[in-house]
């Protein structure tokens, strides 16, 4: 999705704008989504939720599968409409991000530049006349610090399952018309695993508040039917809404 992603600051933006979202044609060929773990109930009536190996984070990152392969999104529409309930944070976030800092725990709101969502004219301003962050700037960071907490929690919690090793290869083969295709490259949390847990982790588990982002995770992977028949009939009409 970004194509310039630079820091924002009063002395390069002073005159930019942002636009609200009113189509999603830029996420339309990001087959996937990073999610935290606060996201999974809601993503799983929709997405499959697996995870992939993140060599860059060096660890394990949860993912909503948005197409079955790179370039795709099948959620999104050839109007930019988004055909589903429950839009990933990751993606309502855009044009922004948050980068790390030199400083450990610091971290810097960045835009892409190259989005048709920051503007001259139209939008609400970023800064004030006066060169302080504007109403719009700041909404922004209070979203991107929620987003940063939800993010710690969440590499917390993929931290725990591997060292416990409770992840393994996601390893399906499924029909789509008249071919058998295997879906590798994703994870996903061992069952058999999970259910052998001992009394006392399976309660560490609940203390930590694990336990139902664990289930809906489990719950999410019958979602990848539906990508196969998305992908069969591309979207056309709205998808069933998910709770």
Sequence with gaps: MFTNLVPVNKERHAGKRIKPIEDYKFASQSFIASVMVHEFVRSAAIYPVVFLDDKERDGFRPMALMGLEAGENLFVDESGKWQAAYIPAIIRRYPFALASTDQENQFTVCIDEGSALVAEEEGEPLFTEEGEPAEALENVKRYL??????????????KYLTERNMFTPLNMRVR????????????????????????????????????????????????????????????????????
Excluded: W
Excluded at 203 to 224: C, D, F, N, W
């Design 176 to 243: 789509q018309a008249d071919q058998i295709r295997n879906i590798t490259g994703c994870y996903v949390i061992n069952e058999e695993r999970l259910n052998n847990l001992s009394s006392e982790r399976f309660l560490e588990m609940r203390e930590k508040q694990y336990l139902p982002a664990t289930y809906a995770h489990l719950g999410s992977l019958v979602q990848i039917e539906r990508l196969l028949k998305l992908k069969e009939q591309p979207v056309a009409n709205p998808i069933p809404k998910g709770d």
């Design 145 to 158: 610090t929620e987003l940063q907490q939800m993010d710690t929690f969440t590499t917390a919690y993929c």
